[in-house]
């Protein structure tokens, strides 16, 4: 059974603070990693798809990297409109359409 | 372009009553999802459909819970009776093709409170 962990449960930063969400999985044949993101009241939005191991994506401040066991979600100079729940989300090789979703991290940005 | 459309935003309604959530999906997407997402237990999916045709229900918690696509434009998730545990918000999803790395699209979500 794909699983998939969020850490920390909660970040709180100061504007312009960097940092990284961390999402560790255990998956049969990894068809891709997905990062959302969730406003309070919205639906998840998506942000990035990650297939191998090394691959890395960017989005405005935003970058997400991709190994065997984790995907990490690097926060650069974070702004307080960067203030969301971020969704990480595994598709495993046992499916060709179902997602395992992480908890979330609640990432708070203080101006 | 319009994205996953979902209809009522938020339904309050007393145990025991029906209660139907709609989602019109994005245009060509040939896959729609539904989901439940609560605190305790994140999000999960309740059922799949894949051209019109309901692929996976393994996610559907109980017989009170139906869901129908009728055609390719439109579906309904209907619980009948609804009982308080059923709060949650319910998301439909929708995606395009089948090879397994597709993107899923969410709608903005039913806030259901059951009294």
């Known amino acids: 059974e794909d699983q998939v962990t969020q850490s920390p449960e909660a970040l709180r930063l100061q504007e312009g603070e960097s940092s990284s969400l961390n999402c560790s999985y255990t998956?049969?044949?990894?068809?891709?990693l997905f990062w959302y993101r969730q406003d309070p009241g919205k639906g998840p939005e998506f942000l990035f798809t990650?297939?191998?191991a090394g691959e890395e994506k960017e989005k405005e401040r935003l970058k997400a990297t991709l190994t065997k066991k984790e995907s990490f979600l690097h926060i650069t100079a974070p702004k307080p409109e960067d203030s969301a729940t971020y969704l990480c989300a595994v598709r495993g090789g046992g499916s060709n359409y179902k997602l395992t979703f992480g908890k979330g991290t609640l990432l708070t940005v203080n101006p | 372009d319009a994205g996953v459309i979902q209809s009522p935003r938020h339904e309050v309604t007393e145990m025991g009553q029906e209660v139907t959530l709609r989602c019109k999906p994005i245009s060509g997407h040939n896959s729609l999802f539904w989901y439940r997402q609560t605190m305790m237990r994140g999000l999960e999916l309740l059922i799949y459909f894949n051209n019109n045709v309901p692929i996976d229900d393994s996610g559907m918690p109980e017989d009170r819970f139906s869901a129908k696509m009728p055609n390719a434009s439109f579906s309904t998730l209907k619980i009948q009776p609804s009982e308080p545990r059923d709060s949650a918000v319910y998301f439909c999803a929708s995606s395009a093709g089948t090879s397994g790395q597709e993107t899923q699209y969410f709608g903005p979500g039913t806030r259901l409170l059951v009294l």
């Open positions: 998956v049969s044949g990894l068809r891709g």
């Open positions: 990650l297939y191998s």
